[in-house]
């Protein structure tokens, strides 16, 4: 058989086993890149805590940003696949059960996003001028009203495009989990290469799923970008002399 | 009192060693018209920012509708619905449109229905003349027109007094015009204003009473006519003739 017969041979008799790791790669990476930028983004809240007049509300405010350096700096300087290990040998060794692997991928893919999902929301919300924040207060708004309705959606236009980077990675790097054995893309792609003995061209078609998985999600997220920065013109509603008049102003970009 | 909106006894406000203000007395009743002139680093800002909270005294008092705003259990978010604020640079919100940079705070803060909220809106939008311009963001608006939304939204919170921080400083010259012209027609509807500002002509014409501070203390506060007549202090005179003569 030449290379392209081979391809053709596992790419049909493989891609029900591959797809269903495509399945399992994009679910980890999603809901990895969701949940992480959400512990990002309540950290970013969290941290951004105005200073309490209480004494012990400073104490725990002071504990509470300790826990979280400790824990971007644990979950950004080590590797993914050391801590799938850990965390789920660890969690069997404690409770005595094992976490269903799939549970376990998610929850690992999370909390490592969350760490650098912090670091990123805090660039974002350093970026929001102080003006935006004081304007929220003077009509009375609490810190929280203040995040969720006027610092956060700004955040998150200007934080996409490291969002979505973080996503891409996510769709990558999820292959680390093939050691605890979630079945994602590249666990199966192993099943198929061990079976057929064609490995080469077995990971030839898994490069290309993995390039068509985040060159898709990469021009999906422009797309929302483009939704977010809102329409660029805007209707004069009625003027001086007819209040019915309608005056459509589009800017120049 | 009853119609006493403001009582500031000898506030201090330190910014690491430095002092910028040195013991501020000052009251002020319901519908008065104040304005705070004065050189840049007098301190006007720092007190303007002292009454709403947005800066915390470093010692002394201020009472607001005879309530202590400085006390450990006092409600300093609730407190600033009350006390109206419009700022130098604005601060509209850049991810709203001009009717919902007016409602957000209704709803949130004051819990009113999204048709209330939008009438009041809409009610005090026409009254600065932006009404027609609800759709737009304020990136979409010039400087003067920014200003009036950021006074409409001020007003949609129906504060007890409405501070201005320097409200024209930031706007092309001819801008500023249409601004003073709003500040003016709100000066005649009884609300409470005190603006910091270094229009004097405003000052003159439209303000009830005039503080001029130097040096983080209020070093004279008399009718607009004795200030810019006969100032008692030398220091009063002197500013009034740099800024006279710069023009």
């Known amino acids: 058989m030449s290379f392209f017969e081979k391809i053709a041979y596992v790419w049909k008799n493989y891609n029900a086993t591959l797809f269903s790791g495509v399945g399992n790669t994009i679910l980890l990476a999603l809901v990895g890149t969701v949940f992480g930028l959400i512990i990002g983004i309540l950290i970013g809240v969290v941290r951004t805590l105005p200073k309490s007049k209480n004494k012990f509300v400073r104490f725990l405010m002071r ?39 799939m549970t376990s991928g998610i929850v690992i893919v999370s909390i490592n996003t969350g760490a650098y999902m912090a670091e990123i929301v805090r660039g974002g919300i350093i970026s929001i001028d102080k003006g ?48 605890i054995y979630v079945t994602e893309l590249f666990f ?23 390039l068509v998985m985040t060159f898709t999600v990469t021009r999906l997220l422009r797309l929302v970008e483009r939704l977010l920065a809102g329409k660029k013109d805007y209707t004069i509603c009625g003027s001086q002399s007819d209040p019915a008049a309608e005056i459509h102003v589009k800017e120049a970009h | 009192m009853a119609d006493n909106i403001f009582t500031v ?118 009254n600065v003349g932006m009404s027609a311009y609800i759709n737009a963001r304020p990136s979409q608006l010039s400087g003067g027109q920014k200003q009036r939304v950021a006074i409409a939204r001020a007003l949609s919170m129906n504060p007890d007094v409405l501070l201005f921080d320097e409200p024209t400083s930031a706007l092309d010259p001819e801008m500023v015009g249409e601004v003073l012209s709003v500040m003016s027609d709100l000066s005649k509807t009884g609300l409470t204003m005190i603006t910091v500002t270094h229009e004097m002509q405003f000052a003159r014409e439209v303000s009830s009473r005039v503080l001029f501070m130097d040096d983080g203390v209020i070093a004279e506060d008399s009718s607009p006519e004795q200030i810019f007549t006969n100032p008692k202090e030398e220091r009063t005179r002197a500013f009034l003739n740099r800024i006279i003569n710069k023009r």
């Open chain 1, 63 to 101: 504990v509470v940003n300790a826990i979280f350096m400790v824990y971007i700096e644990v979950f950004r300087g080590t590797p993914m696949m050391v801590q799938a290990m850990v965390i789920f040998y660890g969690y069997a060794r404690i409770t005595g059960v094992m976490l269903p692997v």
């Open chain 1, 132 to 179: 935006q924040f004081e304007g929220a207060h003077a009509i009375g708004m609490n810190h929280w009203q203040t995040m969720m309705n006027v610092i956060i959606p700004q955040v998150m236009r200007n934080i996409l495009p490291s969002v979505s980077n973080e996503f891409v990675i996510n769709i990558k790097d999820t292959s680390v989990l093939n050691v």
């Open chain 1, 188 to 210: 199966m792609a192993n099943i198929a290469a061990s079976d057929t003995n064609m490995v080469l061209e077995t990971y030839v078609i898994v490069s290309l799923m993995y």
């Open chain 2, 9 to 126: 006894n000898d506030l201090v406000k330190n910014f690491g060693n430095h002092a910028v203000l040195k013991g501020i007395n000052l009251s002020v009743n319901k519908g008065e018209v104040v304005s705070i002139i004065g050189a840049s680093g007098s301190g006007k800002s720092t007190l303007l920012r002292c009454l709403n909270l947005l800066e915390q005294p470093t010692s002394g008092t201020i009472e607001f509708e005879g309530e202590n705003i400085l006390g450990n259990k006092f409600n300093a978010i609730k407190y600033r619905a009350k006390v109206g604020m419009v700022f130098q640079s604005f601060n509209l919100f850049n991810n709203m449109n001009v009717l919902k940079n007016c409602v957000i705070g209704q709803v949130k803060v004051l819990k009113r229905s999204k048709a209330e909220a939008e009438e009041v809106a809409m009610k005090y939008l026409s």
